[in-house]
């Protein structure tokens, strides 16, 4: 319950990166710009119920490990995409999981903001724009297979 209007929402994120359209853009930044339109779903009043909520189910441990199976299957879609552009699989990996952890702590310090927070985006970008960019100057595909 406490994660279905996030399940739906970021089921369109693996669909923004499978319709790729922008041949021309780096993947990173298709990766960013995909995680931005799902968040643009999100305004100051519509904040996932897991995100605000989580204290009602009585224990956060069981919330927590709810949710690494649903980060592990986001991060498999980043890694996935980017091994598809000529990424080698540890550093697409690598950057799937940093992106996760940006995400994760992005939504967590917009939810805690309470009725000051706005919209999600501006704490996405400060939390994954460094990623983008410290991954992106070093981001040209590697012949190494992992």
């Given at each position: 319950?406490?994660?279905?209007?996030?399940?739906?929402?970021?089921?369109?994120?693996?669909?923004a990166l499978a319709t790729d359209q922008a041949t021309d853009a780096h993947?990173?930044?298709?990766?960013?710009?995909?995680?931005?339109?799902?968040a643009a779903t999100f305004g100051p009043g519509r904040v996932p119920f897991?995100?605000?909520?989580?204290?009602?189910?009585?224990?956060?441990?069981?919330?927590?490990?709810?949710?690494?199976?649903?980060?592990?299957?986001?991060?498999?879609?980043?890694?996935?995409?980017?091994?598809?552009?000529?990424?080698?699989?540890?550093?697409?990996?690598?950057?799937?999981?940093?992106?996760?952890?940006?995400?994760?702590?992005?939504?967590?310090?917009?939810?805690?903001?309470?009725?000051?927070?706005?919209?999600?985006?501006?704490?996405?970008?400060?939390?994954?724009d460094p990623i983008i960019d410290g991954f992106g100057a070093a981001a040209?595909?590697?012949?190494?297979?992992?």
């Open positions: 319950m406490f994660w279905v209007e996030l399940d739906e929402t970021v089921a369109r994120f693996g669909d993947p990173l930044l298709r990766v960013r710009d995909a995680v931005l339109a799902v897991a995100l605000t909520q989580h204290e009602l189910i009585g224990s956060a441990h069981e919330l927590q490990a709810s949710a690494l199976g649903r980060f592990t299957t986001q991060a498999r879609v980043i890694r996935d995409y980017l091994t598809g552009h000529g990424w080698d699989s540890l550093r697409a990996q690598a950057v799937a999981y940093a992106l996760i952890g940006a995400v994760v702590a992005a939504a967590q310090s917009w939810a805690a903001a309470g009725t000051t927070r706005g919209n999600l985006e501006p704490y996405l970008h400060t939390a994954i040209a595909p590697s012949t190494r297979s992992t």
